[in-house]
DNA sequence: AAACCGTGGTA
DNA sequence: TTACCAAGGTT
């Protein structure tokens, strides 16, 4: 096994070789979009981030035009990505640093990692990228590429296996280049070392590499155990009124959480009298599928969803159909924005 | 510790 | 087709 600065020329220099430099978020010490960069690729692909990413950028080029926007715009922009959390956080962190940091993102990895949103592998990655702090990362590539060379076994959702990677990370990553090695560390996982068919001939640590010495590549990383997705099903309730459609903003927190859906109904609550049945479908979630029976309703007698309540949870909201979303600066969840096409 | 939180591509 | 899972963090 060869030494941390062995294992650190050598993946810096494969990324000098072969690395990818001209993704949109390369070449800038902007800690506000290394930041951004950083939340929008979060259990999310490089390929699906970069619209998202520019048209963000368009819309709030700096972190206090992000802290002035209504949470609706910066929903809408995150529509279609997921993990809303991310961008409710985002938008709150935008807000602290406006109010607390004067509009200038903090330089103190503590204080990076102390905004919402912000665990210690991407606080590590903007202290590095934008500063230069010599930070330690520990994302889903370098914990392949780790586990994999060093044969570190178990599911790194385990505290006691993510302890020993995190060990290895803070071990291996420099003091100096930190920015260069991190980022050849990320690039290395997502490009040669992939999940599955791994394109060891290419990779510079192949040679003391253990999952390849001991043909354990399929194994390591280990999996999250599997569990069966339960199955709810719901009736979402389609009321048109003079060319607009009834939607409501849902709660800040849980599933969609300030995204904007039709009125949704358990399937064992009572249902409007009179209704047509639009065709159902599922949607599939990580962990549940949700079935959908939406409904369109033709009377809205003894329902009272058109009544805001008291709670006001059912908050009205009208919008032209025809136009869609894309005149109206509101968070749609996907299945939304797809059976409201489905409606003109 | 383990559940929660989206979506679309891939095999 | 189903199952897995991609630059994680919060509770």
Same mark, same amino acid.
């Given at each position: ?151 570190? #076994?178990?599911? !790194?959702? =385990? ?5 020993? &990677?995190?060990? *290895?990370?803070? /071990?291996? %990553? ?33 040679? #003391?590499?253990? !999952?390849? =010495? ?5 194994? &390591?990383?280990? *999996?999250?155990? /599997?569990? %069966? ?116």
């Amino acid at each position: 096994m060869w030494s941390a600065n062995s294992f650190q020329r050598k993946v810096i220099e494969y990324y000098r070789q072969h690395g990818r430099k001209h993704l949109p978020w390369h070449g800038t010490k902007d800690p506000y979009r290394i930041w951004l960069s950083e939340i929008m690729l979060q259990q999310t692909q490089v390929a699906r981030v970069i619209p998202y990413y520019e048209a963000f950028l368009e819309r709030f080029p700096t972190i206090v035009d992000l802290a002035e926007a209504s949470s609706d715009e910066v929903m809408h922009l995150w529509s279609g990505l997921g993990y809303y959390s991310r961008a409710r956080n985002l938008h709150k962190a935008a807000k602290i640093v406006a109010k607390d940091f004067a509009g200038t993102f903090p330089q103190d990895p503590e204080e990076i990692e102390a905004l919402p949103g912000i665990g210690r592998s991407t606080a590590g990655a903007i202290a590095a990228f934008s500063f230069d702090k010599p930070t330690a990362i520990l994302d889903g590539n370098v914990k392949r590429v780790l586990a994999r060379c060093y044969g570190i #076994e178990g599911w !790194a959702g =385990k505290s006691a296996v993510l302890k020993s &990677l995190w060990a *290895k990370a803070e /071990k291996n %990553t420099p003091s100096q280049n930190t920015a260069q090695y991190n980022q050849a560390m990320m690039d290395l996982g997502a490009v040669v070392c992939t999940r599955s068919k791994p394109k060891c001939e290419q990779c510079p640590l192949a040679k #003391e590499c253990y !999952a390849l =010495k001991q043909d354990m590549i399929s194994e &390591l990383p280990g *999996k999250k155990p /599997k569990k %069966t997705r339960p199955k709810r099903s719901v009736y979402w309730l389609v009321c048109i009124d003079n060319n607009q459609v009834l939607l409501h903003k849902r709660p800040p927190s849980g599933i969609w959480g300030g995204l904007w859906c039709f009125p949704e109904l358990d399937q064992t609550a009572p249902i409007p009298e009179h209704y047509e049945q639009l065709s159902s479908f599922v949607h599939k979630f990580s962990h549940y599928d949700l079935e959908v029976q939406p409904l369109l309703v033709k009377k809205l007698s003894k329902t009272g969803i058109m009544e805001p309540n008291e709670t006001d949870r059912f908050a009205l909201n009208l919008f032209d159909k025809k136009k869609q979303a894309k005149t109206t600066a509101i968070g749609l969840p996907t299945p939304v924005s797809n059976l409201l096409a489905s409606l003109s």
